[in-house]
Each structure stands twice: as C-alpha cells, then as structure tokens.
C-alpha cells in the first residue's frame, strides 16, 4: 500500500523524519542518512520491523539539524603549521632565499585551519530520531490504512460480481449438460448414418457414455469450492491484520477452479461467464499485491 509520513522533534537538536512507500509484494527498506549517522539504520529497520513494517518499496530519511551542525569554532593547528614552517625554512637554507614564511601563505594549506566539533550525545540523539520516526509513522499508517481500506472495498465489489457470474453458470450448468448430451446423440446418430450402419447401436452402451460425459461436465464440485472460496476471502478482508498472503492463495485458487468449470463446461453461456470471472479475478490479485 502507498503510504507517506513526516515528522519533525525539537529537543535542542531537530530532527526529521520522512517515511515513503509504494506498492510492493515484498519489504524492500532502503535507509537514507548523513554519513556520520550510519549506525542509525539498523536501529531505524528493527524499529519499523517492531511497528509491524513487513511489505512495501519504502523509503525513510532522517534529516539531522544538531548543536554540532549550528555551531563549532575553527582553530589554528600548531602542529601543522610547525611542520609547513620547518619544511619551508629548510628549502629556503638550502635554496639560499630571504625572507621568512608569511600567514598569508600558511592560512590556506590543508590542516592549518580545523574546525573543533563539539561532541555528541549518539544515544540522546537516537531517542529524538525515534521520536520523530515514531510520530512520521503514524501518519504514515493512516495513509495506509486508508488505502487499504479502499483496496478491500474493491477487491469485495469484484467479489460480488464473481458470485453473480458463479449464479448464473450454476443455473446455466444443468441445461448446458442437456445440450452437450443431445448433440452427442446427434452426432453418433449422423456417424451411424454416414458408414450406413442399419444395427441398432446398443443402448445400454449408449447411456453408459453418456454417464460418463455427464461426469466429466458436472461442475458441482468447482462450483461449491469457489462458494467456499468466497466466504473465505470475506473473512479474511474482515479480520483485518496480515490479509496479503492468505489473499493471494485463495486467488490462486479461485482462478484454478475457474478454469476447470470452463474445460468442463464446454458451453458458450458458461465460457462467457468464466472468461468475465477471470478478468475479475485477475483485477483482484492486482490488488491483493497492494495489502499486507
């Protein structure tokens, strides 16, 4: 589910958190930070793993604003300039040259001037970040929520018309059976008459074929299963928590059993109906990718 959160800790340091995600089948957690606040991000995924974070392409940005950024004084290193005056002073020996070595020149060497960062507090910094993460994924929840909600109001409308589509192959079924024996009939009747057979064809044979027809057309069984099916994905969209996985299953079977009515079936009425509840379905496990 698509989801966005943003918060914001001022405790003497500020502190903001932002939190993206978009649709995804698995968890994939991508943690943005400033270099020296690397050894956040561990913390960062056991704490969205602890909030129940388990599926999505999310994003999380911790934006620092400590004491350490504002402030800092900048000195001179004595060492550094120690060692640039000896050298210069050495070459000018050597080379025979007046003169002595300028600040001028010393001030823009590397080192010479540093800036002295006052120290911080790691563990009291990490308390505002999970305080500002905290308070982002709150909203980012609602997000979540919000659009799950919408997503199971859809996948439940779809459900409906799925068992529109299971009525009508249910009433259709028993005369698309009649239909299929008929002109199984007609045919051995029209073979006969073709390889001018005059016998009569044993009708003890003849019906025990037509039993076997009969069976293999019976969609009862499909049929009862996907009623099943439906009750089953209900449930699942009303118990709210982990939906996602046992959603996808019961699409999967859903879309079997589907396909097996419509082998059997072997009637334009039915396969109508079997290619809409595939579509339906399809447009289901679309959405079910979007729910944890």
């Known amino acids: 589910m698509t989801g966005y959160g943003r918060a914001t800790v001022e405790t003497g340091a500020r502190v903001t958190a932002e939190i993206r995600a978009v649709n995804g089948r698995f968890l994939k957690l991508t943690v943005k930070l400033l270099g020296r606040y690397a050894a956040f991000e561990d913390r960062v995924k056991t704490l969205l793993a602890e909030e129940g974070i388990k599926r999505g392409n999310i994003d999380v940005s911790l934006f620092f604003d400590s004491e350490a950024d504002d402030g800092g004084a900048y000195a001179i290193s004595p060492a550094a300039v120690k060692h640039y005056v000896t050298q210069a002073r050495a070459l000018a020996r050597k080379h025979k040259l007046k003169g002595d070595v300028p600040w001028s020149a010393l001030l823009p060497l590397p080192g010479v001037v540093v800036r002295q960062t006052p120290e911080e507090d790691i563990e009291g910094l990490w308390q505002h970040a999970k305080q500002a993460l905290l308070a ?56 006969l008459a073709e390889a001018n057979v005059s016998a009569p064809l044993n009708p003890d044979a003849l019906e025990r074929e037509v039993v076997l027809m009969a069976d293999r057309m019976d969609v009862g069984e499909e049929l009862a299963r996907l009623q099943s099916h439906f009750a089953q994905m209900e449930a699942a969209l009303a118990s709210g928590g982990e939906t996602g996985k046992p959603l996808d299953f019961l699409t999967q079977e859903l879309l079997r059993e589907t396909n097996t009515v419509g082998s059997k079936a072997q009637d334009e009425k039915v396969t109508y109906h079997v290619v809409a509840m595939k579509g339906l379905i399809e447009k289901i496990r679309e959405q079910v990718q979007n729910l944890e």
Do not use: T, W, Y
């Open 136 to 191: 982002a994924l709150k909203d980012f929840n609602g997000m979540r929520c919000r659009d799950g909600a919408a997503c199971a109001a859809d996948i439940r409308a779809r459900l409906a018309a799925l068992a529109e589509h299971h009525a009508a192959i249910r009433d259709a079924a028993p005369e698309a059976a009649r239909s299929a024996v008929q002109r199984f009939k007609e045919r051995i009747a029209r073979l």
